[in-house]
């Protein structure tokens, strides 16, 4: 410390100097530079010498230089999702909430029987679940329906 109370690498009011780590120009903005000169170096016709490299070594056999010619051409691949297998559960036609309960307990009986996955399960619970929500929904705008029917109804009574 000075005789002032401050260091070295603080201006008057404490805070970094310029060309502290810490403070302004300092250790933070030292990647972007990095990349931006890393950027200005590279241009478009050494990306595409490399491709060709990448492209001539994967012709020779290189798995690792065929794999990135062909993301750099044609994007990565997409995943193929796995081939879903039957499940051996013969669940009631979902018409009514009773039938919801029913499959969920058919569906709890698989679990226990080591007949369902968990996956498939909670897929099918999911389901299920959707399903009584669209039921109740229904059953609901009937009897509002009804209801204002009935409103209508006894309005023009009086």
């Known amino acids: 410390m000075t005789d002032g109370g401050e260091t070295d690498d603080r201006d008057e009011r404490g805070r ?6 810490g403070g302004p ?3 933070r903005r030292r990647p972007s530079e990095l990349r ?3 950027e200005e ?3 478009p016709e050494h990306v595409a010498a490399m491709v060709r490299k990448a492209t001539s070594m994967g012709l020779q056999g290189n798995l690792s230089a065929m794999r990135l010619a062909f ?3 044609c994007g990565r691949s997409a995943q193929a999702p796995p081939e879903a297998e039957p499940i051996d559960l013969s669940i009631p036609r979902l018409r009514t909430a009773e039938d919801c309960n029913i499959a969920i307990q058919l569906l709890i009986d698989g679990i226990c029987k080591g007949e369902v996955d968990r ?3 909670k897929l ?4 299920i679940q959707t399903r009584l929500k669209a039921i109740e929904l229904t059953e609901f705008e009937d009897r509002l329906a009804q209801l204002e029917q009935t409103t209508e109804h006894v309005g023009r009574r009086r």
Request: without cysteine.
């Open 71 to 73: 993301e750099r051409t």
């Open 25 to 27: 120009g300092g250790a």
């Open 36 to 38: 931006r000169a890393a």
């Open 16 to 21: 970094f100097a310029a060309g502290n780590p």
């Open 41 to 43: 170096a590279i241009t």
């Open 124 to 127: 099918l619970i999911d389901a």
């Open 119 to 121: 996956d498939a399960a």
